[in-house]
């Protein structure tokens, strides 16, 4: 599983399909440098007008939370049903709220 | 060892419920061992299917019809991008999935081992052997392993395009001169058995089926996806006013599905072990292109790590003059 120093760095590939919409990860690919990256983007992720901006970045610069910090990250937020506005009975003559 | 076991109960269980696996979750070595050669002879598959369409280019018969079949292979590569991406999140590097290939020791679709010799083969790969592709990647959205059913979705919504674009082409010659109905059906001769053969092995030869359907990396067996293929054909055969090429075919009332004619698997194994028609010439073909495009990506790299030290350089100058 090794890489020699010659591969082109991964790039991570994020498409904004239209304006007032964010930027989604598309997938990723192999490129020299950050303009190579942002033109194969083009070709390899907007063939079909998937896109008005792109975004690539070094895969080697994303921190990710680890499969094993699920519990602990994410169960805290399980429990708190009184952040969700159908916690709250409101009469319906009060109207919509 | 006993840890391990319940590692693997739970991700059974994982994957019972319909849950997709990430790149980071804990997997069976054999699972991840099993994702990195389907999904990398997918990615070859791809790579080596641009072969066969390239082939027709420079002889479409029309500027339309070359714009088209330019934009379907330069899909196919764009398709084997998007897999090796998914095969590489597994931990092996595009290096090494290319050397597998080049050296002959992954596998790639059989189906790219026969020629394309005429234009109407160009009509039968789109239709039948995109066709069949189709069938089984559909299926393969619901994949369990989440980036390699992500690469799906998106391929499957280009690929539609594809067979819509073969079928076109079997339309036109179909109801040209009875000279173009003929190479029509010449083609479909020579595709349908080989289509067919593209679903793998009948289920009770097909050693990988029973984990692969375990692990939900499939959700249909082999030959349940050739039926459905044999089904959804055999009435676009009719609309064209073509014959499938197989005496035995006919529809079976009770089953409510197309019974039909025993497939050669002799040829099958031929072709998947390397003496199909074409197998040498494929491979050579991918090795030249490798070799043509190495002085490419030097530049590239040379040109990425001269600009990166230029601008290294005047960063210093900038930190120093401040």
Known sequence: ?97 | MGEEISLEHRFQAYVDADNKVEPKDWMPEKYRKTMIRQISQHAHSEVVGMLPEANWITRAPSLRSKLILLAKVQDEGGHGLYLYSAAETLGISREELLDDLLAGRAKYSSIFNYPTLSWADMGAVGWLVDGAAIANQVMLCRTSYGPYARAMVRICKEESFHQRQGYEIMMHLAAGTPDQKAMAQDALNRWWWPSLMMFGPPDDQSPNTAQSMAWRIKRKTNDELRQEFVDKTVPQVEFLGLQVPDSDLKWNEARGHYDFGPIDWEEFFQVVGGNGPCNKERLAARQKAHDDGMWVREAALAHAKKRAAASAASNDLKTSAA
């Not at chain 1, 591969?7 to 994020?14: I, K, M, N, S, T």
């Not at chain 1, 009184?82 to 109207?95: A, C, L, Q, S, W």
């Open chain 1, 1 to 97: 599983m090794s890489q020699s120093p010659d591969a082109w760095p991964l790039w991570e590939v994020f498409v904004r399909s239209k304006n007032g919409l964010a930027h989604k990860h598309s997938g990723s690919l192999h490129a020299p440098d950050a303009e190579t990256a942002l033109k194969s983007a083009r070709d390899v992720y907007t063939r079909r007008s998937e896109g008005v901006s792109i975004w690539v970045i070094p895969s080697s610069a994303v921190v990710a939370s680890s499969p094993d910090e699920r519990e602990p990250l994410f169960a805290p937020s399980d429990d708190k049903p009184y952040r969700h506005p159908t916690f709250y009975d409101i009469p319906d003559e009060v109207g919509h709220m």
